[in-house]
């Protein structure tokens, strides 16, 4: 149990049996009555995001998420299987759980899961990573001049917009949040 005064960013909250992060916060004191926290929330398993106002000094329970920085190996049917490189302990977590990060996962990346009561709630890959073009139709030489883009897909299968410059082959800094192309690697 923490007070309303102990919240801040990233401190993860258990509110009417849901785990909800704290991602802002703002102690108000008004002219006029009592002192409040105002804040946004986002629900870790559904990503919902809503504004939640506390009193001051209002007792709220927190939950122990544990982040740790594991490596993905492989996948095993629906699931895929990260090693924490500290105990060489191997989870399986679910495809819902990783969701969109699916389509930047190579064998031996390094991610951030987050457990708590030992079941994985969601992975964090690194902003950018770098991946090779699977295949891509070639640009025409007159298109080069209108900065177009073209469909690209991946080693990992995702298909990605890219310039018309870009070959099979090419290794790619792609953006894991959105799927942007960031740039070539050399």
């Known amino acids: 149990m923490a007070t309303t005064n102990d919240l801040k960013n990233g401190i993860v909250l258990k509110l009417d049996g849901q785990l909800w992060t704290v991602t802002d916060f703002q102690h108000v004191k008004p002219g006029k ?3 409040f926290v105002r804040t946004t929330l986002k629900n870790v398993l559904s990503g919902k ?3 939640k106002t506390f009193n001051a000094g209002l007792k709220v329970e ?3 998420v544990d982040k740790r920085n594991m490596t993905y190996l492989y996948k095993d049917g629906a699931d895929f299987v990260f ?3 500290d105990t060489f302990d191997q989870i399986p977590v679910s495809e819902a ?7 930047y996962l190579l064998e031996n990346t390094e991610a951030m899961v987050a457990v708590h009561d030992g079941v994985p709630l969601f992975i ?4 950018s990573m770098e991946l090779v073009v699977a295949h891509t139709d070639p640009g025409l030489q007159g298109d080069r001049s209108t900065g177009g883009t073209k469909p690209a897909t991946l080693e990992t299968g995702a298909e990605i917009q ?3 410059f870009i070959t099979t082959g090419e290794k790619l800094k792609v953006d894991t949040r959105d ?3 960031l740039g070539r690697v050399s």
Do not use: C, F, S, W
């Open 33 to 35: 009555g009592g002192a």
């Open 49 to 51: 995001v809503v504004d």
């Open 62 to 64: 927190t939950a122990t």
């Open 83 to 85: 090693m924490d490189g």
């Open 97 to 103: 759980t990783v969701g969109d990060a699916a389509n």
């Open 124 to 127: 964090e890959l690194p902003v």
């Open 162 to 164: 890219v310039p018309l």
């Open 179 to 181: 799927g942007r192309y």
